[in-house]
């Protein structure tokens, strides 16, 4: 499995989980969809990792 999809796999999990937890909290799921995609945003989004992923696989082509 590639980077892109098994980062794309927890990304789709931890928003789930993360509603969940969040709509727990806020008894709306509609703010908890809204909390826990924030949230997994600024876990999963590295950007230095993410060029360093993209310049890896370029000099592999």
Known sequence: MNYQK???MFFIISIICLTYV???????ILAGLVIS???????FYD??????????????I
Do not use: G
């Not at 969040?22 to 709306?28: H, I």
């Not at 995609?37 to 876990?43: A, D, N, P, R």
């Not at 950007?47 to 592999?60: L, Q, W």
């Open 47 to 60: 950007p230095k990792k993410i060029k360093e992923k993209r310049e890896k696989e370029a000099n592999e």
């Open 22 to 28: 969040f709509y727990c909290f806020t008894n709306s």
């Open 37 to 43: 995609t924030f949230v997994s945003i600024f876990l």
């Open 6 to 8: 098994k980062t794309a």
